[in-house]
């Protein structure tokens, strides 16, 4: 995912991005706490987080399919490093004392899931610029950035610990590595697994992100635009791959499908 910068004028646009992100970091770092420790100033956050410690405990189904689970498994995971960094500083002795902890204040849990969204959130500014580069040069890349980095929905929903901002990041890298991919029709290839990849990410964020299917399909036909049935070939396999990393990500909903299918049709 090389970005060339051949003159001074695109190393200056590398500068101003950068500027576009530290900026958009401190707006989504800047009241992270807003609320706590009232924990139905955002009701979604409970729910997320409870899965997310219900995961880390050991019980690797979440046992909830309203959202898919790659983002409870993420939060889960930043519980048990906070756990252990706990643990090592000597605050405190155990999961029992954890617990504790969390049911006296539950602020720092919702943090450190609040945190993991401001990171996303902050990471989506540089993957739209990439998209943008994709799409139409150095300049929109950097107009690009500096829109998302203030645009006032976006800076909001990355205080909070839901699926919608980690969606956008994996959404907008996907997006940026299958044009990758589309441009170098006809010339060294350049595999857009990636891209499918993070499309089954994205859409293990957030179901409604298989929109973006379509998407998929055209990277793979625009790479071969005189053969149908090497586009057909290739789109198929991109289609496995997005399906794979999906799944891995979301185990249960092939594990626990009965569940999944119940709550999915909930949604529906």
Known sequence: MRWQVTTEAEIRSRWFIAGAVCIGAALRVYGLDFGLPHPQVRPDEGVLLHRALSVASGDLNPHFFNYPTLHIYLNALACGLYFLFLLAVGWVDGSSQFVARFIYDPSELYLVGRSLSALFGTA????????????????????????????????????????????????CLAMALLIRSAHTAGTRPRPAWSGAAALGLAMASKYNLALFLPALVYAGFSRHPDSARAGSREVAVLLVVAAA??????????????????????EA
């Open 124 to 171: 989506t500014i540089p993957a739209c610029a990439l998209l943008a580069y994709r799409l139409a040069g150095h300049r929109a890349a950097v107009i690009a950035a500096w829109l998302l980095a203030v645009a006032f929905l976006h800076v909001r929903d990355s205080h909070f610990l839901t699926v919608d901002i980690p969606a956008t990041f994996w959404g």
């Open 245 to 266: 990393t999906f799944f891995m990500a979301s185990p249960y909903v092939l594990l626990d499908a009965a569940t999944f299918a119940q709550h999915l049709a909930f």
